[in-house]
């Protein structure tokens, strides 16, 4: 079984920054793609980035620019820069993993964390 546990979310002015962090554990056949999704109230929850197994990245174009995904094999952790930050950007964000980048293939999810932004 795969296990996401997220660190880092927090309250900040706009303009500013945080940086997410996703520890995970479990077969890594399962979790060789890993991402970084957020869900706003009243809104559908909406990929921010993406982490392939082979280093590839992507980006929703809100973020793109500003927030930087990254993985750290040795350690087995995701994390997620977030810079120039917006009060559009406030969200509970969460870790998902599985064995591939569509979204269907986001079998395992954290508890998720919250980051407020305000203006």
């Known amino acids: 079984q795969v296990q996401l546990v997220e660190i880092g979310g927090g309250s900040v002015q706009a303009g500013g920054s945080l940086r997410l962090s996703c520890a995970a554990s479990g077969p890594y056949y399962r979790r060789r793609c890993m991402g970084w999704f957020r869900q706003a109230p009243g809104k559908e929850r909406e990929e921010v980035a993406v982490f392939g197994s082979g280093g590839s990245t992507r980006y929703a174009d809100s973020v793109r620019g500003r927030f930087t995904i990254s993985k750290d094999n040795d350690v087995n952790t995701l994390y997620l820069q977030m810079n120039s930050l917006k009060p559009e950007d406030t969200a509970m964000y969460y870790c998902?993993?599985?064995?591939?980048?569509?979204?269907?293939?986001?079998?395992?999810w954290g508890q998720g964390t919250q980051v407020t932004v305000s203006s």
């Open positions: 998902a993993a599985g064995p591939g980048c569509e979204i269907r293939d986001f079998h395992y």
